[in-house]
């Protein structure tokens, strides 16, 4: 994939984050990390393409080459001695949109659908083949940046 084709799909998903974060959908997430823990919640984020590309770019400006394996069923990203994001700028789409009943549940679909599609399209345009799980999104794009 070329440099270029990367940085417009980055570009482009930082403005649907950036969408999303104007939206009027109150939550009461304060950090609380439950989502974080996926074998708790039985939820695992799934990325498109784009996504993974943002995620893995924001993994390696924290000076890190490759994920840490997460034999505890916690996310990857999360870092253990601080309880913090490690990514927290760049966290995907369903971190955003706080999947966890711990901030509130779920957006409804119909509040983000449209932010949905235009990451889907990102997705497409990359060639990506839908969404896969954080881990593996995130290795994936690893590999490629």
Sequence with gaps: MRSEEQQQAVAEVRAIYAELAYRPVTRTCMARTKCCQFQLTGLTPQLTKGEA????KGFRATGRKQLPESAD???P???RATGKCMIYA?????CRTHFCDAAGGPYARKEVIDLIRRLEEVDRQLGGDG???IQAAVAAALEEI
Aim: net charge positive; glycine share 12%; proline share 11%.
């Design 90 to 94: 760049d966290r995907p789409f369903g």
């Design 53 to 56: 590309l943002l995620a893995a």
């Design 77 to 79: 990203l999360l870092q």
């Design 131 to 133: 969404p896969r799980k």
């Design 73 to 75: 069923g916690a996310c």
